[in-house]
């Protein structure tokens, strides 16, 4: 099976999610750091989000057929759906492992070998994730983007951990409590990441319509090419993954012969496809006469 830049991007996530996995479990097992647990456990979230990522991309990249005329596009709203959920899932144990710490406080110990090793895992993310996001950008996939973006939370959560940890490991060991602090920060910072990616995957199965600047661009490119005496109405928007699909309704006078509609139909559906990439459109000529 040849693969296409999405897919391969996506096989890089999982990947990089399997390297940093063990990094960061190892980093916890020297430290027995309940922060560096819960950045530990959001790698497992990031190999899921991977592996659900490639899996969507591989169901988007099928032609349209007789059962999906449209194409399987929208596959990519389910992957960042579920990815937000288990991100949600991941935060809640974090949440809930460093409130226990809180009762249960334990010492910490070979902080230095750990952080090197959570370094070592951040920037492996990273570098993914800047790798991932320009190919996101430049192929409009909300999967991928939403893979990058949760990578890149990962990265400032370690950050922050690893900024946190190393005063701990200068401080007296009564500051060891900034340790559970941060792990529910991180938990609730995630929680944020999962709900952002919910909402936008929601808004993409509900046929949201495309943001009002490529709405607008639609609207300059109809009337920049519209003949004397025509206009348009009813114009409707939404996008699949990264195809967009514009529908509206053109008013021609009624002696316009049906070679000229079309011409200017086909000049009208170039333009908006050379100004918004990936488009379907559709396009209703009609009379004006019917509407007075």
């Not at 063990?22 to 647990?37: E, Q, R």
Request: with cysteine.
């Amino acid at each position: 099976m040849s693969l296409n830049s999405l897919q391969r991007m996506a096989l890089l996530s999982i990947a990089a999610s399997l390297v940093t996995m063990a990094l960061k479990f190892g980093a916890w097992y020297l430290t027995d750091s309940v922060s560096l647990f819960s950045d530990a456990a959001e790698s497992l979230v990031n190999l899921a989000g991977g592996l659900v990522a490639f899996g969507a991309l591989t169901i988007a990249a099928r032609p349209a057929d007789s059962d999906h005329a449209y194409g399987h596009d929208k596959a990519e709203y389910f992957s960042s759906g579920v990815e937000g959920t288990l991100i949600l899932v991941a935060a809640v144990s974090i949440i809930y492992t460093a409130v226990e710490r809180f009762f249960h406080p334990q010492a910490l110990h070979d902080l230095g070998p750990g952080l090197v090793i959570s370094l070592v895992a951040a920037l492996v993310n990273f570098a993914t994730a800047r790798v991932m996001l320009v190919v996101a950008v430049r192929q409009d996939s909300i999967t991928l983007e939403a893979d990058a973006k949760h990578l890149l939370t990962d990265v400032w959560t370690s950050a922050g951990v690893l900024g946190g940890l190393s005063v701990v490991m200068f401080a007296p060991p009564s500051w060891q409590i900034l340790d559970p602090i941060m792990a529910v920060a991180v938990g609730f910072n995630i929680v944020v990441t999962g709900v952002s990616l919910m909402r936008r995957s929601m808004a993409g199965l509900m046929d949201s319509s495309l943001p009002q600047d490529e709405v607008a661009r639609i609207e300059a490119e109809v009337r920049r090419l519209l003949p004397s005496g025509a206009s348009f109405h009813d114009l409707r928007t939404r996008k699949a993954g990264a195809r967009r699909f514009i529908e509206f309704h053109l008013l021609l006078p009624g002696d316009a012969s049906v070679s000229e509609s079309h011409a200017l139909c086909d000049r009208i559906e170039a333009a908006i496809a050379e100004a918004l990439p990936r488009t379907s459109i559709t396009i209703h000529v009609e009379p004006p006469e019917i509407h007075v």
